[in-house]
């Protein structure tokens, strides 16, 4: 199990919005979860802003700011609130068990709307870019 379960959704926004939580913890999974508690608080667009804010201030606490991609970040919040909008789930541990893919499959989930790279892209750090492939809804 992920450390970040052992914090409720509460404590755990709280840990990264105060820049509280250890960087070690903050996975591709914990990542995820901030995505899915700031949609089901604040709706998809809040939920944008917040994020970008919260995790730009996050990465230059630990250090980590050259690693902030603003494109990989948005793309994540959208294919997140994509799932949500089919998901059954009530809790994240429900809606990762339901879509595993985003957990497992998520470079090639985002190669299905990207063909280029957009981890290693200097620009994508800096700019949102828009799918190339397939939009996102």
Known sequence: MQKHFELSDADFEQKIILC????SDFTHEAHLRFAWI???KY???QAEKNIQNQLQKFVESVGAKDKYNIT???AAIKAVYHFMLKSNS???KDF???F???KY????LMDCHYGFDIYNSEKAKTDFLEPDLVPFD
């Open 20 to 23: 509280e939580l250890n960087s």
């Open 38 to 40: 700031n949609i089901d």
């Open 105 to 108: 499959n998520f470079k090639e």
């Open 90 to 92: 009530d809790s994240f």
């Open 43 to 45: 709706g998809i667009k």
């Open 100 to 102: 595993p893919r985003l």
């Open 96 to 98: 990762i068990i339901e």
């Open 72 to 74: 990989l970040t948005l």
